[in-house]
């Protein structure tokens, strides 16, 4: 308890100080700096971080690579930044997701470096919000974000929202509460640009959630007595969106043009619901983040007259990319690389024998919480020139990112969860409690008609075992993992699990996968 609120503490500390310092005043000149000066914030990076730290594993890398750092600053300079990093993944500095989280230690020539995902925090970032959850069997990934962060964050989202023709826009909300921070930073970045509309969220049950929905509030009283307007969570009740639906279609009623900032299954169940109840969102643009927007769920949105754009962010790097107005299926987002470098390897994705395009991402982000140089975040997707003449295209942002998805971890309705820790518990805890072999259990991604869907797989062979016994047992071996306690939360609430009595799906080439995700062929 006393580490909680000293955590807390810090967060409106960490609040006040963003609210006293001064918006970015243009917004178009910072981030067009940053672009020119990438790979000198990289070079310096890789100075303060790495070469002058020989704790930090990328310096045992580049040694193993037989690269100093003079010799990094004439690859560069010789050759570009982008092929350099190019030609130092195939000399063996790079990180995979699980080398990056520290599940597995990193190999290279025989020999053995022991890392954690902490060993690649930016040393420059000194204090900032931590986001954290307590508890956790795994090892999770601590974020600090800086006060400059949020700056820059901010600045991002008004260029952002320019670029596309969206900055008057008011904003709505449909974003988790805490201990996620997710919603209440743009809850705040949208109220101190003057557009913070309304904020929805899936709060669960007072029994579970009633200390963070008391933080929360406390926290907007406290942005409010800095003289910012952020919007108070709105507590959507079971798995009803027809209040947040309504609200936004009383707003377009009123001439009133919004954003819909959500994750994609929420977003989607808004949607549905104004579809249900003969809503007309046209005025609408629903901004969503968190998974694969499909063709599917696309149209769902499109269907009350809204547009929908994807954005695809990386929370340890930042926003990747987002869409514009010409871009209407496919996932696919321009690549705002100001702050990141971006390209693909073809390999064999994990717990599967599928063939993917991993992307491979190296950060540059003076104010980031991690330096990280090649390291691949079990994404994928196909890098291509972009198609259009849109504003963004204007800016420079030429390559375009499309049918992004994820191989390695779960990731409908926002949540983010490793899939080891997922093989754990069906491998493990689920035969250990009701019977069976490891092979009697798959949970399968799959695109529901509104929202991303899991479906817990229990073979016939297993016996006489209790759906709902199943279902509750899961989900509370899901609550100790890393965001399990959101995540358990939310899923409750939306319905987004459910156990049957059937075989294993099986790939195309007999192989039962414990873990069968929508990207790989997860079923409908």
């Given amino acids: 308890m006393i580490a909680e609120i000293k955590h807390y503490w810090n967060v409106g500390a960490q609040y006040s100080a ?14 067009g700096q940053r672009r020119a000066n990438k790979r000198a914030v ?14 930090n594993p990328y310096h045992s890398l580049f040694a193993m690579a037989g690269c100093e750092y003079g010799d990094l600053v004439e690859m560069t300079e010789r050759e570009g930044l982008d092929a350099s990093l190019e030609r130092l993944y195939d000399a063996g500095v790079r990180l995979t997701h699980a080398e990056f989280k520290g599940f597995e230690p990193i190999r290279r020539g025989g020999k053995e470096i022991p890392c954690a995902s902490t060993d690649f925090s930016n040393p420059l970032v000194k204090k900032g919000i931590v986001g954290s959850s307590s508890g956790s069997r795994s090892r999770g990934t601590p974020t600090r974000r800086g006060v400059e962060w949020m700056v820059q964050r901010e600045a991002m989202t008004r260029y952002q929202l320019a670029a596309v023709g969206l900055e008057k826009h008011r904003h709505v909300g449909l974003l988790p509460m805490l201990p996620a921070f997710s919603g209440l930073t743009r809850t705040v970045i949208a109220a101190r640009d003057g557009r913070a509309e309304a904020w929805f969220t899936l709060g669960g049950s007072l029994r579970d959630s009633w200390h963070y929905r008391a933080v929360t509030t406390l926290l907007i009283l406290w942005v409010r007595l800095h003289g910012v307007r952020g919007a108070f969570p709105r507590y959507l009740a079971g798995d009803d969106f027809g209040p947040a639906a309504e609200y936004v279609a009383e707003l ?53 007259g809204a547009t929908v754009l994807p954005t695809y962010i990386v929370s340890e790097i930042g926003l990747i990319g987002t869409a514009c107005q010409q871009m209407t299926t496919d996932n696919c987002v321009h690549v705002m690389d100001d702050g990141f470098s971006v390209f693909s390897r073809r390999r064999t994705a994990p717990l599967s024998d599928t063939e993917v395009d991993s992307l491979v991402f190296t950060s540059m982000y003076a104010p980031g919480p991690y330096f990280l140089i090649n390291v691949e975040m079990d994404d994928a997707g196909t890098l291509e020139p972009a198609r259009c003449d849109c504003g963004l295209t204007k800016l420079g942002y030429t390559t375009q990112l499309r049918n992004v998805f994820s191989y390695g971890k779960l990731t409908g309705q926002g949540t983010t969860l490793v899939g080891t820790d997922i093989l754990r518990i069906l491998e493990e805890a689920l035969p250990a409690r009701f019977g069976g072999s490891p092979s009697d259990y798959q949970l399968v991604e799959m695109d529901g008609d509104a929202q991303s869907e899991l479906e817990l797989r229990v073979h016939p062979r297993v016996g006489a075992v209790a759906v709902d016994d199943v279902h509750e047992y899961f989900l509370s071996q899901i609550k100790p993992l890393w965001g399990g306690a959101l995540t358990r939360r939310e899923w409750k609430q939306t319905g987004g699990v459910r156990v049957v009595i059937a075989e294993p799906y099986a790939t195309k080439t007999g192989k039962v996968l414990a873990l069968h995700l929508m990207g790989l062929g997860g079923k409908k």
């Fill in 42 to 55: 990289f070079l310096d990076l890789a100075k303060r971080a790495v070469f002058d730290r020989p704790e």
């Fill in 18 to 31: 963003f609210l006293r310092t001064p918006r970015v005043a243009d917004p178009v000149r910072e981030i």
């Fill in 252 to 304: 377009n009623a009123r001439g009133v043009p919004c954003i819909v900032d959500a994750i994609v299954s929420p977003g989607v169940r808004l949607a549905d619901a104004a579809r249900a109840k003969g809503l007309d969102l046209s005025l609408t643009t629903f901004f969503l983040a968190g998974e694969a927007l499909t063709n599917a769920k696309r149209a769902v949105i499109t269907a009350t």
